[in-house]
């Protein structure tokens, strides 16, 4: 299979406990096949999906930037809307979840340029350029939107994250740098620490640069 036989809308995300979902039914194979030996994350959720690919065009949410996407002391949630535990992964697992900022008043922001990936890492196994500062006792959150076409990069090759659309892969222990595929740019690293209070999981400032393709 080529690039040019996956549609540009194929995306898929990650299962939590919440289940946080993948892609439309019609493209569930061509994204399979062009894994190939990479790992899959996720079940089928075509409304989820579907939602998260519209929600920037709702009323409210267009003028939605790398800036305000979150701010410092925004909340980490899951579809649901409920609050994300640091308790929720195990340390060094190199598990992963998918994330979206909290809205004020409460619920997920649902917004594809908000997506946002958590991983959970040993807190040594970092290297530059990561920020490490940006880190969390293991914890490591990036932008989930691929640099080169905007999928949503939602697949595991090892401990590298797979863009399922053209095969960018990107290394979470190395601030994301693109280590294959035809991405240009690393992922977007978000600032994250843990809330005093409750043990739950929270920016500490906005990403580090914009979201998605620079063309």
């Given at each position: 299979m080529?690039?040019?036989?996956?549609?540009?809308?194929?995306?898929s995300l990650?299962?939590?406990?919440?289940?946080?979902?993948?892609?439309?039914?019609?493209?569930v194979a061509k994204v399979l096949g062009v894994?190939?030996?990479?790992?899959?994350?996720?079940?089928?959720?075509?409304?989820?999906?579907?939602?998260?690919?519209?929600?920037?065009?709702?009323?409210?949410e267009a003028d939605l930037t790398y800036e305000n996407i979150y701010v410092e002391g925004t909340h980490l949630v899951d579809q649901?809307?409920?609050r994300i535990s640091a308790d929720q992964i195990e340390q060094g697992s190199g598990d992963t979840?998918?994330?979206?900022?909290?809205?004020?008043?409460?619920?997920?922001?649902e917004n594809k340029k908000a997506t946002t990936l958590l991983a959970r890492f040993g807190p040594d196994d970092f290297e530059e350029p990561t920020e490490l500062d940006w880190t969390a006792d293991g914890y490591v959150a990036y932008s989930m939107v691929c640099t080169h076409e905007e999928c949503l990069v939602s697949g595991r090759d090892g401990d590298d994250l797979f863009c399922p659309c053209h095969g960018t892969s990107y290394d979470p222990l190395r601030g994301a740098e693109v280590v294959g595929g035809p991405a240009p740019d690393p992922l977007p690293q978000l600032p994250i620490g843990v809330s005093d209070e409750g043990n739950l999981l929270l920016a500490t400032g906005p990403f580090e640069g914009p979201i998605g393709a620079s063309h």
């Open positions: 080529t690039d040019d036989d996956i549609p540009d809308d194929a995306v990650d299962e939590t406990d919440h289940e946080i979902s993948v892609t439309t039914r019609r493209n894994m190939g030996g990479a790992a899959a994350i996720g079940a089928f959720s075509v409304n989820f999906i579907t939602g998260l690919a519209d929600a920037g065009l709702a009323s409210g649901d809307g409920e979840i998918t994330a979206l900022p909290e809205k004020e008043g409460g619920g997920a922001l």
